[in-house]
């Protein structure tokens, strides 16, 4: 399946943001996605995940601000960001896998797409 992350853009500190990640070339009924983020100089950091099921889980850095949903029917996966706050600069990918429950681990993830940048003004 291949991924395409986009949604991205500047956004002020306190705002809101809605990432999309499209799929294509398979359908994403079959996989748990992942939304996962890199800010310069550091490691890629999970940050939501959503089961086959719907179920979500959340990094403390996002929880009760930012919400994931999938919509199998459009085989997309959505990141809402609310209340952005600065720390949250940075590029963001979503992933997909087919098997396994640990959501948090970037690894674990078979596919990825192309990131899209996320920038916040303070």
């Known amino acids: 399946v291949q991924l395409q992350a986009s949604g991205g853009g500047l956004v002020q500190a306190g705002g809101s943001l809605k990432l999309s990640c499209q799929a294509s070339?398979?359908?994403?009924?079959?996989?748990?996605l992942g939304w996962f983020r890199q800010a310069p100089g550091k490691g890629r950091e999970f940050v939501a995940a959503?089961?086959?099921?719907?179920?979500?889980n959340y990094a403390d850095s996002v929880g009760g601000r930012f919400t994931v949903s999938r919509d199998n029917d459009k085989n997309t996966v959505y990141l809402q960001m609310n209340n952005v706050k600065p720390e949250d600069a940075a590029v963001y990918y979503c992933?997909?896998?087919?098997?396994?429950?640990?959501?948090?681990?970037?690894?674990?993830?078979?596919?990825w797409g192309p990131g899209t940048l996320v920038t916040v003004s303070s």
């Open positions: 959503v089961g086959w099921t719907g179920g979500a």
């Open positions: 992933g997909a896998r087919s098997r396994g429950v640990t959501y948090q681990l970037a690894h674990t993830y078979h596919f």
């Open positions: 070339g398979g359908a994403i009924s079959a996989y748990a």
